[in-house]
């Protein structure tokens, strides 16, 4: 398994990291257990989840996930050997969001209690903040690495104006710096990330973690239809991609995946692979053939030929 850095970190992951967020919402304990078990197996050593995972379930409360997660470290052993991408400033009820010093310094203990762990790989900015100054909400993060609880920290759904505005800043004051990017990007949503945040990360040594690289399970193929999508979990999510130009993505899909004797998934993650500024895809399993689909990806290298093809048929 060929490791990618993480950003200017020491850190060094492998290409594809787990997304928690499905931990305690589609997938159950035992089941968790089972799918971080094989992703482990397989040389894989990153999962991200979030202190709001799974609050969007009825019943609730958010921190299920980091729950699941800190109860299979425990299990397993196996803390020092996954990188542990966790983030804040999601609103948890009762006015606990954003991204103050209190806010953050009190969530990250929140975190780490439900993580069973001391310390957080990679404390990452759920949503950005205007209402906070930058530097309070960097100045906690420098506090958090000083104690040794935090490694690095990194941005989730930032604009471009604003992640500049923010490394700028870390510079001025000589605080740390987001090391990350997380942001929404797959074959199917381009325009938000391809015209100014891939070229600032470029520019900035980001790493680009970034999540729905499947469209919401829309680029599986699996949606096709909206009969397809009754009963899903993930209905809502992919049903604004049951249109014409969408389709005509997934046929493209299609024909690149019988080329190469794979399925849809699989290759859309090759063609994320593929950009030099992605560093990982978050991808979300529920099962075991699922993940081992998933897996599959990396060893998949595009020709110049089959991007080119996706990229017109996605531009």
Known sequence: MKMRKLGKTEMEIAPLVFGGNVFGWTTDQTTSFKLLDAFIAAGFNSVDTADAYSKWVPGHKGGESETILGEWMKRSGNRKKVIVATKVGMDMGDGKKGLSKQHILRSAEDSMKRLQTDYIDLYQSHIDDPDTPLEETLGAYAELIKQGKVRAIGASNHKAERLALALHTSRKFGLPAYQTLQPNYSLIERG???????????????????????????????????????????????????????????AALDQVAKKYNATPARISLAWLLAR????????????????????????????????????????
């Open 192 to 250: 938000e990330f391809e015209p100014e945040l891939e070229p600032l990360c470029k520019k900035e040594g980001l790493g680009v973690i970034n999540y729905w690289p499947l469209a919401g399970g829309f680029l599986t193929g699996k949606y096709r239809s909206e009969s397809d999508t009754a009963g899903k979990p993930r209905a809502r999510n992919v049903a604004k991609f049951l249109n014409e130009r969408d389709f005509k993505i997934l």
């Open 276 to 315: 030099p500024v992605i560093t990982a895809p978050i991808v979300s399993a529920t099962n075991l053939e699922q993940l081992n689909d998933l897996i599959a990806s990396v060893q998949i290298v595009l020709d110049s030929e089959s991007i080119e093809f996706l990229n017109q048929a996605s531009a």
